[in-house]
């Protein structure tokens, strides 16, 4: 994946219509927005326009309605909450494509923004939809996607409107680039990745894929548990992918060939049963028939926080456990302040590290905490992601 795309310096702003992919799929709560950090971190690209005297045109989903209009996730809270961070007038329409967009831009005030209406509205967003592209590009003079965490998809605002018009990257996107380059490409040595998360499928070929570059691969979540299974281990009544035990024996294998240290809990936190109510126990070694490991124990918090203790360079995606019940969220909430504490280059994607690190008030001692979890993903798996690749040198 070609990491080097063009930037918002290199597009002529100054009175253009700028058509702007950002990522506004905010956390809702009866219409209000619980979680406005993702509008926070469009700012940046959206202020750059207004500055030099641009109209900055919006586009962003919100949640997955399908193709077809759901009141509940129009935009307008969006735009109510972006123009109190803004400090400027935000023009929100009902509409992503069409006559009244056209309309509405040109009677837009200058100073102001426009807010179109949420993208996946229209059913040939997400297919990709070559004229609905064209459409949406007609909108505007040039074109900025703001939208790392959406740009592993091939939609139409994401890649297909680059076809059209001048593009480039925006603020946001050129900053996680910048982490993931220092990641991919000059790591200071030693590099240690914490993976955890349910499935072992989500993360395998990014294990894959780091293992050339890693000193340390750390593996905790429910994906543990079908390499403990891999291993011969009997892991009772845990989550174990079965259709993957061959392919995780062929990584394990190619860890130790690459001279790669790959570490897994050796204690864990058990229950019989998966809920709230559910008696939590710790378990050392092996886990018995009729319990389920739902975290990782207290030995394993300190083994994994002395990996990253001794890192320069430290990527964690997922969490170490069932982060969602108080019982079993110490394992991550451990992995957290040891990342935090690193003294090496830290990144952290994926939405429970992220929300964890949040909840700890963590996210300042972190140097870059990554706004995209699939798309972060991608690129450590070394896919292309299609939004990136229409805007490379």
């Not at 897994?264 to 710790?282: C, I, K, M, Y």
């Not at 451990?334 to 935090?340: F, H, R, T």
Request: negative net charge; hydrophobic residues 45%.
């Amino acid at each position: 994946m070609n990491l080097d795309v063009r930037g918002m310096e290199e597009l002529d702003l100054a009175g253009k219509r700028v058509l702007m992919r950002v990522d506004f799929n905010v956390p809702l709560d009866g219409g209000a927005i619980t979680d406005d950090t993702r509008i926070r971190a469009a700012l940046p690209s959206v202020r750059e326009v207004l500055a030099a005297g641009g109209l900055p045109i919006l586009l962003s989903h919100l949640g997955r309605p399908g193709g077809e209009v759901r009141e509940e996730l129009r935009l307008d809270p969006v735009g109510e909450r972006l123009g109190e961070l803004l400090g400027a007038p935000v023009v929100k329409l009902d509409e992503c494509v069409g006559a009244g967009v056209t309309a509405a831009v040109a009677a837009a005030p200058p100073g102001s923004c426009v807010l179109l209406e949420n993208v996946r509205f229209e059913p040939g967003e997400t297919r990709g939809d070559a004229e609905l592209a064209a459409a949406m590009a007609s909108a505007g003079d040039v074109f900025v996607n703001d939208a790392f965490g959406s740009s592993h998809r091939a939609h139409c605002s994401v890649s297909g409107i680059a076809a059209h018009l001048p593009s480039a990257a925006g603020r946001l996107v050129r900053v996680e680039l910048e982490a993931f380059r220092r990641l991919l490409d000059t790591p200071e040595r030693p590099f240690a990745a914490i993976l955890g998360g349910a499935k072992v499928s989500d993360k395998l070929p990014v294990i894959e894929r780091l293992l050339e570059r890693v000193s340390t691969v750390v593996v905790g979540g429910g994906m543990a548990y079908t390499f403990l299974a891999a291993r011969g281990e009997t892991v009772g009544d845990s989550l174990v992918q079965l259709d993957q035990l061959d392919l995780v024996a062929q990584t394990a294998a190619k860890a130790e060939r690459e001279g790669v240290e790959l570490l897994l809990p050796d204690d864990h936190v058990v229950a019989a049963s998966f809920g709230d109510e559910a008696t939590a126990r710790v378990v050392e070694g092996e886990i018995p028939e009729g319990w389920m490991g739902l975290d990782i124990g207290p030995r394993s918090r300190e083994r994994f926080a002395r990996v990253a203790a001794a890192a320069r360079t430290l990527v964690w995606n997922g969490p170490m456990g069932v982060f969602e019940l108080e019982a079993f969220r110490g394992g991550t909430e451990a992995v957290a302040m040891a990342v935090a504490d690193s003294d090496g280059f830290t990144v952290v994607g994926g939405g429970d590290s992220v929300a964890a690190i949040g909840l700890l008030g963590l996210a300042e001692r972190i140097d870059h905490v990554s706004t995209g979890g699939g798309a972060s993903l991608e690129l450590l798996e070394g896919r292309e992601l299609p939004g990136l690749a229409v805007l490379a040198r």
